[in-house]
């Protein structure tokens, strides 16, 4: 059957693809690079592992797979068989693009990404199953880098995705002074070919992202899933205070550089800054203290700054707050400050369109539909530049995440697989003409 929309007497038992994709997940989760708890950053051996694991599970389902140079594992579900009238091949399908990200935060819980990549795997299964094509091409993407956990850039997986990688980040080194540029070439990429991207002849639908909410929202008003309406923006700054190194039994506390309590002081000022403003957060994640010894006081800290609102301009006076702030702290303290823009990107509404298809496959699938924006950012944020985006979330147990307790139910991912298949039915109809239920 081809091209049409589910017939009724095959009403598939979503309960068995959810559970396959919590199995899944499960295993996912075991994948990882520290001992003990899941951390599995880009470029690395357990995301090779990963990578092989979900390219196994994309060939399963009836996908072609490959790998770009990002280290991106692409699965590629063809669409109906086109003939051009004189016997050759009609040009490509557009592609309608699914996924979500396979990397993860440190100590993370198992569904943030990994969620997004298996439902949208299921339904291509699915799909695949009763051997159903579609009058477009679906991709399903496994982004390389999300978190941005090892190089502190977001989106490296989507950026290159769509071409639009900055080419310094390259130089970029982590915590073990590798480059970016030596990690993309021992994961098995040419860092040379990442300025192309994805090809421009073939025309981008969309792209869809099923994602866990990682707030209480959904949970509190007792729903499956929610539809996203925008994410929040976000700018991410390295702050390194440098003061003195010095005995700490003998310098005199007046005389002292202390960077680490530059550092404490900023952190304070900025946790106070955040409280002040209805929206805005604001978090120091990591902090970094040199040399680190207890009888030495701290010659220099290094922290990280994460600053979200929804809208843009909010964002930016706080940060140019706490930057001012920041320097007052340096001449107040006579130590030394470098502020450090890591990357910067602005809020997004989800494409109005895209969206109320989603909205109207949530309502089919016999649930309320309620728009939530994301506080979190996702890839959707980056594919959004080149086409319409939209989002689904799922309901995870006390809005926990990037944190081992999260969790979901295998019912609420049932849901999930249930209004993205109907999404695709609904944009079937929509490419023959179809509009209404
Ligand atoms: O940090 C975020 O917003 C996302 O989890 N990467
Ligand atoms: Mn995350
Ligand atoms: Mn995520």
């Known amino acids: 059957m081809v091209g049409s929309a589910r ?102 819980g198992k569904y943030d990404g990994p969620l997004g990549v298996l439902v949208a795997i299921a339904c291509v299964q699915r799909l695949n199953e009763v051997g159903q094509r579609l009058p477009f091409d679906i991709e399903v993407a496994a982004f390389a880098d999300e978190e941005g956990l090892r190089y502190h850039t977001a989106y490296l997986g989507s950026k290159a995705y769509i071409g639009a990688l900055e080419p310094g980040c390259l130089d970029l080194v982590d915590a073990d002074g590798i480059s970016m540029e030596d990690a993309i070439i021992e994961f098995g990429g040419d860092p040379s070919q990442l300025s192309t991207g994805r090809s421009e002849t073939e025309e981008l639908l969309g792209y869809c992202e099923v994602h866990i909410e990682q707030g209480p929202v959904l949970e509190r008003e007792g729903l499956p899933v929610g539809v996203v309406s925008a994410i929040a923006g976000q700018t991410r700054i390295m702050v390194r205070f440098v003061g003195e190194a010095g005995h700490a039994g003998t310098v005199p506390m007046e005389m002292r550089r202390d960077a680490l309590c530059a550092a404490a002081e900023f952190v304070l000022i900025t946790e106070g800054l955040a409280r002040e403003e209805a929206g805005l957060v604001a978090t ?63 809020s997004v509404h ?88």
Not at 58 to 80: E, K, Q
Not at 336 to 343: A, L, R
Not at 368 to 388: E, F, I, M, N, T
């Open 284 to 346: 120091v994640g990591q902090l970094e203290v040199m040399p680190g010894a207890s009888n030495v006081i701290p010659g220099e800290v290094v922290l990280s700054l994460d600053v979200r609102h929804q809208d843009d301009a909010t964002r930016e006076d706080a940060c140019r707050l706490l930057k001012e702030e920041a320097a007052r702290i340096r001449s107040a303290r006579h130590v030394s400050m470098e502020w450090q823009v890591m990357q910067e990107t602005r």
């Open 7 to 108: 017939s009724e007497q095959e009403t598939p038992d979503f309960d068995v693809s959810a559970r396959v994709v919590m199995a899944q997940a499960e295993i996912l989760g075991s994948i990882s690079e520290e001992e003990g708890r899941l951390t599995r950053r880009f470029a690395t051996p357990a995301m090779k592992q990963a990578n092989d694991l979900v390219a196994g599970w994309m060939r399963d389902a009836g996908m072609s797979v490959s790998r770009d140079h990002i280290g991106n594992v692409i699965g590629r579900y063809a669409g109906l068989p086109s003939e051009a009238g004189d016997g050759q091949n009609a040009a490509s399908h557009p592609i309608l693009l699914l996924g979500s990200h396979l990397d993860t935060v440190r100590d993370a």
């Open 350 to 437: 989800c494409s109005p369109v895209f969206t109320e298809e989603l909205a109207m496959a949530v309502q089919m699938a016999g649930h309320p539909v309620r728009y939530l924006a994301s506080g979190a950012g996702h890839d959707a944020v980056v594919l959004s530049q080149v086409a319409p985006v939209a989002m689904l979330f799922v309901r995870c147990k006390g809005g926990v995440s990037h944190n081992p307790a999260e969790s979901v139910a295998v019912e609420d991912v049932a849901v999930a697989i249930e209004v993205l298949g109907r999404f695709l039915e609904r944009l079937v109809r929509g490419s023959h003409g179809e509009q209404g239920e």
